[in-house]
């Protein structure tokens, strides 16, 4: 049975399948554009929830994705545990070692894939003001000051053509900042200026200033920001990189030269 | 002039590669090796004026990712060819290939890409560039498993070739995935976002993957094999020029 799962006949049909169903995405997420934008928003249980009802079809599409991506997972699990644990073994060469450990890599990546999306809290686009407080579980975030240093005008812009003025001349990303706190139980835990890709963290919490915003007649300049608590994007991060670096120390040692392969055709 | 001289670039490097399949067509490899090394140095010359006129390396859009992939093709061609020969359907396959690429984008605006505030981020310069240099190694790869196909002698050869490559390739781009993940954990919070260049670049990996787990049965058929060796060159291709 563990042999049958762990084939790569089975790996080979699954990824054709995951193919299609990614192809699928490209245009469910052309033609239900907004829908797709929410999913980005909102916890996935709660998209799944909002969804079904108006549109079934993403819904459908997204867990058999989900399936898809569950059997690959097992598949590569009862591979590694079963044929490549015991090549690894038996042979006691690194390069099976090294491979066996790639595809462990590979299983955590996707679970950390999956994980993400499942666990955590988030926030999406949450509008503040200096002087105004937001509420984020047991956190509290507190706007104390924005500040811009570019010509505003680049902000009334409607966002179609605000792009074109938004050049490193016009943008000074490292100048423009909020002043944020986190404070729990009344008790501060950090307080920093963040910028735009350069967010504030603590521990799993993260607060991402998104965009700068202008309000009311008297310009009231504010921030867009995203709030998210994960733990796991840490390691992550991590284990993508170690599986990576696994990839390419494996290409490196198992680089097949001209001379192998003229000997080999002899 | 500044303005017209992505233009002259594109066509000096357009007509070496004219030159350097018709005497690759011709078979004669010292030509050929001659005007290679002119496509090289004419698409260096753009990647450098890239640098310098907007200050970041070559990231997208028609002029800046055909020159920049056509220029590492070239190098990764030299390189091939230094180590393991003169190989007459590979060199006719890729250039071939190259010339694909560069009519393609024929009409197109050829200019540097506008300006944005982001383009002084490392990540986003990396996720970008790495884009474009995974494409040329894996569109290189192509031209190996294509050549693989139809190429009696030399068969094991250039689908050895065309494995390497695909597995650098493979590393190249999973490092652009990387840190596009970190630019969006970064710019939105999390590590990736439902999207349409999401799911192209899901495709992409698992493109790859496929190559890399094709079974017995499929593997014992060269031409099946060539051809899912081509599909993430040809993939990622589409994907950079008509995302």
Known sequence: MIQRLGSVTLTFYTLVVLIWLMGAGVFFSTAHGEIFLHMNEVHICDWIMATWEKAPLPVVWFLSLCLGAAILFMN???CS?????????????FKNWLFFFLHCLFIVVLACHGLILALGEKQS??????????SFGPYEIQLTDVVFTDDLTILKTPKKRQRALMTRKNIHIHENHALLTLVKNDHTLARQKIRMLSPLRYKSVQVTLVEF???????????????????????????YAIMI??????????WKRPSCTMGKQR | MIPDLPLVIYWLVTGMAVLELLAAGAHLPNLYGVFLTLRICTCLAGVVFIAVCVGRPPLFGPFEAAIYIVFVMGVLARVFQKNWGYQTAFVLFNSLGVLIILLLQQGKPMALNEDYFMYGNLWVNLFFNLRLLAAAFL????????GHMVEKEQRDLLSTGGRNTLLAGACVYLTSEWAGSLWCLNWFGDSWQWSRGFFKASILFLLIMVVCHLP??????????????????????WMIFYH
């Open chain 1, 76 to 78: 590569a699990l009862c």
């Open chain 1, 81 to 93: 545990m079963g044929r490549q644990w015991s090549l690894a073994k038996k042979s006691g060469l």
């Open chain 1, 125 to 134: 686009r949450v509008h503040l003001f200096p002087g105004q407080d937001h």
């Open chain 1, 213 to 239: 915003v202008i309000q009311g007649a008297d310009d009231r300049l504010g921030v867009v920001l995203n709030l998210t608590d994960n733990f796991l994007n840490r390691f992550f991060f991590l284990a």
């Open chain 1, 245 to 254: 670096l696994s990839l390419a120390v494996f290409t490196a040692i198992t």
């Open chain 2, 139 to 146: 569109a290189h790869g192509a031209s190996q498993y294509l």
């Open chain 2, 216 to 237: 017995s049965f499929i593997n014992r058929n060269k031409r099946i094999q060539g051809i899912s060796g081509m599909l993430p060159g040809l993939f990622i291709l």
